[in-house]
Structure formats: C-alpha cells, structure tokens
C-alpha cells in the first residue's frame, strides 16, 4: 500500500513525504550533493546550462576564430559576438515574470519535463544550423534556448526550499551555483573546441548536444514532485502585465528589492566580462584558442572555489556579509588587467606555450582567477536571501522578479559595451572602466546589507 501511495502522489502532482529535510545540524555540501531530492534538480541543471553555453559559445567562436568570421571585419565580429549574448539575455526581460507566474500556479516538475523535451528540438535546429552555416537561425534558436532557461529558472530557485532545510538552503544554493558556474565554463570550453575542430566539428557538436539534452531529459524524471503554490492564480495573457506586477511585488518587500539589485550587479559586471574575454584574448593579448581555453579553466576553478567557499564561511547562516569585501577584490583585479594588458606577442596569434614563458601573464591569469574567486563567493547568498525572505506563494514570482532585474543588468551591459565601444574605448580600457565600477558597486553592496563586513569593522572602531 506504501508504494501505490508514492504512485498516486506522483500521478496527482503532491509532495512526497521526504521532500523536506529534517535535519538539526548543518549538512555539509558533500551530504546535500548525494541527497536524492536535490541530486535530480542539480545533474538537470548542469546539463541544461552546459547545454546552453556549449550551443551560445560555439556560435561566439564560429564568428570570433572560425570561417564564419573571415566574412566580416574586425568591428562587424565584435558587434555579432555583442547581439549573440543579446539573444540569449532579452528573453530573461521578456518572459521571467511570466515564467515565475506559471511555476507558482503549475507544477514545477511537469514543466520542467516539458522544458527539457524543447530543448531537444531547439538544440536539433541548432545543430543544423551548424551545419549549414546559417548565421539567422543560429541567432533564432540561441533565441529560443534563452527563453527555455528563462523558463526554467525561477523553478529551479522555487524547488530549492521545498527540497532542503532552511540551514542546508546557502549550501544548497552554492551547488547550484558552482554547477552553474562549471557548466557555464565547461559549455564554453566544449563549445569552442568541438566547433572549432578542422573536420566534423559541427556534426560533432549536434551529436553532444543531442546526448545530452536527452540525458538530461532522463535525469529530470527522478525529480520529486513538490506542492504547487498557488493554484488559484490568474495568468495574463500579456507578459508585460506580469513585469509589472512582479516589480509591485518586490516594491513591497523594500529588503528583498535591494538584495535583487545588489545580485543584478553582479550579472551585469558578469554580461561584461564573459562578453569581452574572447576578444580580450583574440585581440589584445593576441592569443590563439588555446589560450582562451586555459582562461576558462582557470575561471572554473575560481568560481568553484569561491561558491564552496562562501558556504563554508557562513556555515549555514544565510546572509551576505562578505559580498562587498568580494565586490572590491573583482574591481581591484580587473583594474589591475586594464592596466597591464598589451599585445603578449607581435604578428601571429601567441601559443599556450608562449603565454607560459611570458611573466606578465602569470599576473594577468592570477587576476582573472581572483574575480572568480570573489564572483562565485559574491553571488551565492543573494539568491539564497532571496528565497529565503520571499513568502511562499510568491516565491517563483519573486525569483522571477530577480530574474527580470538580471537580465536588465545583462543587457545594460551590453549596451554599456556598445556605448565605450562608441567612444573610442579598447579591450583594455574597458576593462579598467568595469573594475572601477565594481568598486562603486560595493559602496552600493555595503550601503544594502545591514549585516555587512565593513560596517561591523566601523561599529568595532567606534566602540574602541
């Protein structure tokens, strides 16, 4: 009788009786990674995101180090590879209130099926576009992919309280960030070089993104069904409606609004540096792929290292009381690669084996490792704050909100990008502009978070 119960639980949409942890203690990560309710939504969300940045980055490398690109200037590239990370960010402003709308009154894990089985087809057109090289609908469907994760993000962050403990939800949320953040390298790290192979590369990557699309497919069907939120809400048509209501909602939590804009600073510097880095080693370093790929990796293990670290420092307690420290190591290291970067090698693009020989690049690959570092540990308890502040029955909406405040930021960085580009700005240069802003940022940060690191160090000297 037990086990027809289960059925019929599934069947009908409701929780299973083990969805929410009961333990008193502190999990750690390696104890939240293995658990069977958060396994399923964390293997599904690393493929999605690799999935998606494999296809969006084999595109950034078709026009920027492929045979694409030797049909268009200089500038021409640089805008393309501007407008691709555009295509993947306007769904998130478009469709994020909507989606959030629709996790709350639908069932997450149902939609996530569905969100899964398009991705199959999106990721099939893709493909051929690869293979017939048609620039249009590579841009069409890296469209489409971005409104497929748009969809699915508020469910995921929706899911996270119902399937772990309040005190496992920072350390839950660094996994999910850290998987994020690896599949977001490792996607790019795959996509550039499966692209860029002299033979088969884009039957190649079909066939990869293929597997597994439908791999996560599988994987998403051991997700445990949770409770709806709200059934009983009206869904408009009109997706601007939905805009609208959700920052009325996050209006009337003043505390959660200020946590979203202090996150969407972070997506903005992210939509900046991401956007430049592969021409910041194309054109101003002037290094091959090979380079690019190494960069990655070290960003990787930056961002692996800061989210694992950030939950091990605030041992369960969710707050973001280091995130304006975190803010001022990004914008000194990114300052610091404004100021040294220069060509590494004259005429032909420098080998892996160059880099290494030259001294000046152990500096510039230690501050790229260092705004990992700080990023991943910038990040992970503003979604955390998030979830946890936001009243359940708007929970999705308010992730969605963030969602919106996000992809804001992601596309005034781009637009940003467009505007130094006007003026006159190189690579460099930029980068310098960015760092600076980081640090206005953590001013920002410092002033939102009541908790935060500098103000007990002012409130310590006061009293001394």
């Given at each position: ?55 969006k980055n084999a595109i950034v490398a078709l026009l920027t180090f492929g045979l694409i690109s030797k049909g268009y200037d200089d500038g021409t590239k640089q805008n393309l590879v501007v407008m691709a990370g555009m295509s993947f960010v306007v769904p998130y402003f478009l469709f994020s209130a909507l989606a959030g709308k629709l996790a709350d009154k639908y069932d997450r894990v149902l939609q996530v099926r569905l ?115 709200d059934k009983e809400m009206h869904v408009s048509k009109n997706p601007f409606a939905h805009i609208m209501e959700v920052f009325g909602l996050m209006r009337a939590y003043p505390q959660i609004l200020k946590y979203i804009v202090a996150g969407g600073w972070f997506w903005f510097f992210a939509a900046v540096m991401m956007t430049l880095f592969p021409l910041y080693i194309k054109d101003t370093l002037n290094m091959n ?176």
């Amino acid at each position: 009788m037990e086990t027809s119960h289960k059925h019929l639980c599934i069947i009908r949409g409701d929780s299973l009786p083990d969805v929410k942890i009961i333990d008193k203690e502190v999990p750690t990560i390696s104890k939240i990674v293995i658990m069977k309710r958060f396994s399923a939504l964390f293997f599904t969300q690393f493929l999605t995101s690799f999935n998606d940045n494999f296809f969006k980055n084999a595109i950034v490398a078709l026009l920027t180090f492929g045979l694409i690109s030797k049909g268009y200037d200089d500038g021409t590239k640089q805008n393309l590879v501007v407008m691709a990370g555009m295509s993947f960010v306007v769904p998130y402003f478009l469709f994020s209130a909507l989606a959030g709308k629709l996790a709350d009154k639908y069932d997450r894990v149902l939609q996530v099926r569905l969100i899964k089985l398009s991705e199959i087809i999106i990721l099939g057109i893709g493909g051929y576009a690869f293979l017939i090289e048609s620039v249009p609908l590579m841009f069409a469907m890296l469209f489409l992919m971005g409104t497929h994760s748009t969809f699915f993000s508020p469910i995921k962050f929706g899911l996270l309280p119902a399937y772990l403990h309040k005190n496992a939800l920072v350390g839950g949320n660094a996994l999910i960030e850290m998987a994020t953040f690896m599949a977001i390298i490792l996607g790019t790290i795959a996509g550039t070089q499966v692209i860029l192979l002299p033979k088969h590369g884009a039957e190649i990557a079909l066939a990869t993104m293929g597997i597994l699309a439908i791999l996560g497919y599988l994987i998403c069907l051991k997700m445990p069904r949770a409770p709806i939120a709200d059934k009983e809400m009206h869904v408009s048509k009109n997706p601007f409606a939905h805009i609208m209501e959700v920052f009325g909602l996050m209006r009337a939590y003043p505390q959660i609004l200020k946590y979203i804009v202090a996150g969407g600073w972070f997506w903005f510097f992210a939509a900046v540096m991401m956007t430049l880095f592969p021409l910041y080693i194309k054109d101003t370093l002037n290094m091959n792929k090979d380079v690019y790929t190494l960069f990655l990796v070290l960003f990787s293990v930056g961002v692996g290292i800061g989210s694992v670290l950030c939950a091990k420092i605030l041992a369960g307690s969710i707050s973001a009381r280091y995130a304006a420290l975190m803010a001022i190591l990004m914008g000194v290291a990114t300052i610091d690669i404004g100021i040294i970067s220069q060509p590494l090698v004259i005429g032909e693009a420098g080998t892996l084996a160059q880099l290494l020989d030259i001294p000046i690049s152990w500096r510039i690959m230690f501050d790229f490792t260092l705004i990992s570092t700080a990023g991943g540990a910038y990040i992970v308890p503003f979604f955390a704050l998030v979830q946890d502040l936001s009243p359940n029955k708007i929970k999705s909406r308010m992730i969605a909100g963030n969602n919106v405040v996000n992809a804001i930021a992601m596309t005034t960085g781009a637009l940003y990008i467009f505007l130094l580009k006007y003026i006159g700005l190189d690579i460099a240069q930029m980068m310098f502009c960015t760092g600076v802003l980081s640090l206005l940022g953590a001013l920002i940060v410092h002033l939102v978070t009541p908790d935060c690191f500098f103000s007990r160090l002012i409130g310590r000297a006061k009293n001394h």
